[in-house]
């Protein structure tokens, strides 16, 4: 990788949950299947427990865009994890917007246990998104 590749690779910080999106990325990895490696993974043992702050103090560390792998229905932790987790994506993106950042630069998307092929499938696209539209 070129010197200018490196300083220009889009870096994407994925919010993962260790029960439900955790594997299914670890399968990714054992399936051999191929998504960008400016993918950093921080695994949560619940999508509803990330925090606005986590996510813009990304943004300010310099990472292009945020993901949140989140549990939808299948959490253990809590019958309301959706619902928290949009509210605080919800949040997030008003925050987002009131610093001058792209509210496209936050996604979520329910990954199951065994999803290794669409996790490697919103990786690549948003990355492709975030590196075409050169989103602030």
Known sequence: MSETTKNTAIKVLVFSTEKISDPAIDLAGLLKLHYPPTVYVIPLPCSSAVKP?????AFEKGYDGVFIAADGTDCSFSESCVEK???IIA????LMKEKG???AKLKMAAICS???EPFVK?????????TRNKIN
Do not use: G
């Open 114 to 116: 065994v999803c290794a």
């Open 122 to 130: 919103h990786m690549n696209n948003f990355v492709e998104e975030l």
């Open 85 to 87: 987790t949009s509210d």
């Open 91 to 94: 949040q997030t993106h008003i």
């Open 101 to 103: 950042i792209s509210p």
């Open 53 to 57: 702050k986590w996510i813009l103090r």
